[in-house]
């Protein structure tokens, strides 16, 4: 059974660059969560896919964007990268309905600011 | 708005030495309290779901319980390899699936 999967691993951009992050959720799954981990932290949610569209947003600003593709997977765009940026990016899965409220990680992008 | 506070930030136990880790939340009403274990540069890895107050589960070495303000994750006689970041996560009924997360309680053991 094939868990939750993100790539790449690890990214270095500059400052002002775009950068997509993607993520496979786990077989059966079909909802997608986005959360941003600073180091030290506890994760921050993002936003949240299902049916191919947003349905739910943290506190993060526009330039944080996303889609989910009929396959259910997902990408994640940030732009105008800024250095507060770098952080582990974690995409979680669940299925929608009642009970399916656990969410799986996958093994997140490490996302470098320079 | 929903918070969640994690105590201690950081344990350090010898093997065998048991101890609990708290999780304080607020929330408007309580969906599920999600614990997760983060090994360095890892993503969480699910652990247990509670639901509502006096609901304990138990994996291995870990317990689990719940009371309306808060939450402990039992560690009983802990060897090495139970040395990681345990999160803990409030789902809110009115906040829809989004988990919100405490800051983590980072654990040590020594042999």
Known sequence: DAGVTQSPTHLIKTRGQQVTL??????????VSWYQQALGQGPQFIFQYYEEE????GNFPDRFSGHQFPNYSSEL???ALLL??????????????????????????????? | EDQVT???EALRLQEGESSSLNCSYTVSGLRGLFWYR????????????LYSAGEEKEKERLKATLTKKESFLHITAPKPEDSATYLCAVQATNAGNMLTFGGGTRLMVKP
Request: with cysteine; net charge positive; glycine share 14%.
């Open chain 1, 84 to 114: 507060g940026d770098s952080a582990l990016y974690l995409c979680a899965s669940s299925l929608a309905g009642a009970g399916g409220w656990t969410q799986y990680f996958g093994p997140g992008t490490r996302l470098l600011v320079l």
């Open chain 1, 54 to 57: 947003e349905r739910q947003r």
């Open chain 2, 6 to 8: 994690q105590s201690p």
């Open chain 2, 38 to 49: 983060q090994d360095p540069g890892k993503g969480p890895e699910f652990l247990f779901t």
């Open chain 1, 22 to 31: 993607r993520c496979s959720p786990k077989s059966g799954h079909d909802t």
């Open chain 1, 77 to 79: 765009n940030v732009n």
